[in-house]
Nanobody, 123 residues
Framework: VQLVESGGGSVQAGGSLTLSCVIS????????IGWIRQAPGKEQEGVSR???????YYAGSVRGRFTISKDNAKNSVYLQMNNLKPEDTAVYYC??????????????????WGQGAQVTVAS
């Protein structure tokens, strides 16, 4: 089982980034995938998730600015982040849940994690 994130970086406030996560070792169609972030000195925060049925969820802090999507043919999940704010600065982790259906993005519900991608938003 492997999850590999890419696409992190540094942007100015108001800018955009897209994170990608390529997943292997699963039957991709059966898992739920989430994005969880952690800022320095803060707890993990569930940002968004997409279930096996493609239903999505967004935390209130990112709703309307972030979009999660997946490409089953590429075993990949994406997080399009628009209108980024300095408070979005964090390490973003891609995570997979074998249950396939997860409610709000509770980090404890995910079984496998990627290595993380740094996102830095300058004011």
């Amino acid at each position: 089982v492997q999850l590999v994130e890419s696409g992190g970086g540094s942007v100015q406030a108001g800018g955009s980034l897209t994170l990608s996560c390529v997943i292997s070792g699963f039957t991709f169609d059966d898992v739920a995938i989430g994005w969880i972030r952690q800022a320095p000195g803060k707890e993990q925060e569930g940002v968004s998730r997409i279930n096996s049925d493609s239903s999505t969820y967004y935390a209130g802090s990112v709703r309307g600015r972030f979009t999660i999507s997946k490409d089953n043919a590429k075993n990949s999940v994406y997080l399009q982040m628009n209108n980024l704010k300095p408070e979005d600065t964090a390490v973003y982790y891609c995570a997979a849940g074998e249950s396939g259906h997860i409610g709000p993005v509770d980090p404890s519900k995910f079984d496998y994690w990627g290595q993380g991608a740094q996102v830095t938003v300058a004011s």
